[in-house]
């Protein structure tokens, strides 16, 4: 059993920058791939980035790179994301999940959420115009 916290989110300007972070409890977290979405309202959730367990692999969405960096302290069983230039449309609550199946095999792909088996309960990130 895996438990996932998210903190950082909060109200930034455009332009403006947040770090959010995943903390997880749970023995074998440092083997969990770990992954974060968000989800806008009245839209469906959507993938922002992912990171692999051992850290060197790290995937993003069309529209978040370059500005986003995913990272993973894994002594503090923590995932960073790291939000620069952020715009009015990353406003969303962000999530991030955590599962251990591996990636590219089945159906299991970093931008979809089949390999999610848990999930933090969002924290709220608004950027003005």
């Known amino acids: 059993q895996v438990h996932m916290e998210e903190s950082g989110g909060g109200l930034v300007q455009d332009g403006g920058s947040l770090r959010l972070s995943c903390a997880a409890s749970?023995?074998?977290?440092?083997?969990?791939?770990i992954g974060w979405f968000r989800q806008a309202p009245g839209k469906e959730r959507e993938f922002v980035a992912a990171?692999?367990?051992?850290?060197?692999?790290?995937y993003y969405a069309d529209s978040v790179k370059g500005r986003f960096t995913i990272s993973r302290d894994n002594a503090k069983n923590t995932v960073y994301l790291q939000m620069n230039s952020l715009k009015p449309e990353d406003t969303a609550v962000y999530y991030c999940?955590?599962?251990?199946?591996?990636?590219?095999?089945?159906?299991?792909?970093?931008?979809?959420?089949?390999?999610?088996?848990?999930w933090g309960q969002g924290t709220q990130v608004t950027v003005s115009s």
């Open positions: 990171i692999g367990w051992t850290g060197a692999n790290t």
């Open positions: 999940a955590a599962g251990d199946k591996r990636w590219y095999s089945g159906n299991y792909y970093p931008h979809r959420t089949e390999w999610c088996d848990y």
């Open positions: 749970g023995r074998t977290y440092s083997r969990y791939n």
